[in-house]
């Protein structure tokens, strides 16, 4: 097999050694790591193309990998499996100044993406907290949202089309550099959010808007969590748009506080339960001033302790470097079981509620945060020093009662994580037999010898 790749990739790209392969083992999700018999990084499609074509002759499984930032476990390698990396596909074709648009390789970093385009007075929105080390073939298997999903949407809203490899191979192109397109099925769209089950992609063009000419950030502290849930929700009942629409619980901050060794400054002290970060952009700055101003008056009436308003860049970097932070903050200090549930907007307070009502049955302590605007909060069940028999009791327990919880909200169990191995034995609660019939049907096709992230997202696939 390695000597078949290395015709492919060449010797130097091919990793086979167990500690060069350890960094591959795993993603960001708790509890998963499995070695794969080797990682290829390809430089072009034809040699992802080649390499898939061999894989499925030999029944050999692939993982494809970006980042590695996933948090349901889709980047962890299947069993005997290729890992295919992303890593040396990793160039910016085009910034497209005439169509506002954007032409990208898979391992190209977001952040590096987002300030490619900022040169050109462009704005790429999707904002995942993973912008340092996440790419753009893994943001769009995944569909990642991220902070300003609340005013600007998703990845799926930017990606207009793709180039991709079928796991046996052949290459196909769908979409273009079109702001509109229905000839035939959306295949784009099926490809956004497929978590590296049905194709390989190797080429993005994606939707660019021109900069926010201003931008403000308020840092507005509540002394309830579930105060902080009712002025979110109206905020959007004012008609009001932020960019985003984020929460923080306090010991989220604490714990980013810590790791950044920083301290972000409260008037109110710690006599806080969470703060909520709420971005504004636009185009005039009367226009924002305005609506800060009601933001923050809307804020007061629903018992805010505070309104801090960040005005320059830097001050805004700040607050957003505590909250990007966060998620390796409170993995620096305790194993931390991750869900990304989501519900409609107008359940948030009942969810929020709900969350605690779990959190004193079951005595483990679970910290939120993240994106209360999309109704997408992400809940933080902490190890601590809970024995290792008893966490890995309650933990599959309080998974499925957070579940049936948001469901009956008329939630989902995944607002941006995916299903991955995480989620899997859970999908069929929240879709029932017959949606998962007919995804297994579209895999089919896809995929007919089943190499291509093979056990992910179906329940009983092993
Ligand atoms: C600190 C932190 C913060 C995060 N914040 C957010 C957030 O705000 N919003 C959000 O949505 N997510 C967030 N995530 C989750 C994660 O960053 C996203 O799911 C992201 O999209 C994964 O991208 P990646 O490049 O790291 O992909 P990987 O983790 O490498 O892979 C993810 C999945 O995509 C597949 N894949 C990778 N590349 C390709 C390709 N070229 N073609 C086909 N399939 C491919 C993999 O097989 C795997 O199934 C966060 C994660 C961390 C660790």
């Not at 390789?105 to 929105?125: N, R, S, T």
């Not at 978590?195 to 390989?200: K, S």
Request: hydrophobic share 35%; with cysteine.
């Amino acid at each position: 097999m390695i000597k078949e790749l290395e015709k492919i990739v060449g010797k130097e790209n091919i990793l086979t050694e167990p500690d060069s392969l350890e960094p591959y083992s795993h993603d960001e999700t708790s509890g998963f790591r499995v070695f794969p018999k080797a990682v290829v990084k390809p430089k072009t499609t034809q040699e992802t193309s080649e390499i898939m074509k061999f894989a499925n002759k030999e029944l050999i499984p692939v993982t494809p990998r970006g980042g590695g930032s996933c948090l349901s476990g889709g980047a962890v390698p299947s069993p005997g499996s290729i890992v295919i990396s992303f890593e040396r596909m990793n160039q910016i074709r085009e910034i497209d100044t005439e169509n506002l648009m954007a032409i990208a390789e898979p391992g190209v970093i977001i952040a590096q993406l987002a300030d490619e385009a900022k040169k050109y007075g462009l704005f790429y929105p999707p904002y995942p907290a993973s912008l340092d080390t996440s790419t753009v073939g893994g943001n769009i298997a995944e569909c990642a949202g991220g902070a300003r999903a609340v005013k600007y949407g998703t990845t799926k809203n930017y990606v207009l089309g793709v180039e991709a490899v079928l796991p046996t191979g052949e290459i196909i192109k769908c979409g273009g550099k079109l702001v509109k397109n229905v000839t035939g099925y959306n295949l784009t769209d099926l490809l956004v959010g497929s978590e590296g089950t049905l194709a390989i992609i190797t080429l993005a063009i994606l939707k660019l808007l021109p900069m926010p000419k201003v931008k403000v950030d308020l840092l507005i502290p509540f002394e309830d969590i579930e105060k902080a849930g009712k002025f979110a929700q109206e905020i959007l009942q004012h008609k009001m748009s932020p960019s985003t629409i984020e929460i923080m619980e306090r010991e989220a901050i604490e714990a980013s506080e810590r790791y950044l060794k920083r301290k972000l400054k409260f008037s109110v002290g710690n006599k806080y339960a969470c703060s909520l970060l709420i971005e504004i952009d636009g185009e005039r700055k009367e226009e924002i001033e305005h609506e800060y101003n009601e933001i923050g008056d809307i804020a007061l009436k629903n018992g805010a302790l505070d309104v801090l308003v960040a005005l320059t860049e830097r001050e805004q970097e700040r607050l957003w470097e505590v909250r990007n932070s966060i998620s390796d903050a409170l993995k620096s200090e305790s194993e931390v079981e991750r869900e990304d549930i989501v519900v409609p907007r107008s359940k948030m307070p009942e969810f929020l509620h709900e969350i605690k009502r779990v959190e004193c049955k079951y005595g483990l302590k679970i910290v939120s945060y993240g994106h209360i605007g999309d109704g997408n909060v992400h809940i933080n069940i902490l190890r601590e020093d809970t024995p290792e028999q008893e966490w890995k009791a309650k933990i599959p327990n309080i998974m499925k009662e957070l579940f049936e919880v948001g469901l009956s909200l008329g939630g989902m169990i995944s607002g941006e994580h995916g299903i991955g191995l995480s989620k899997k034995p859970y999908l069929e609660m929240a879709l029932g037999k017959q949606q998962i019939e007919l995804m297994r049907g579209i895999k089919r096709v896809f995929d007919p010898n089943n190499i291509l992230n093979p056990e992910k997202i179906f329940p009983d696939n092993k």
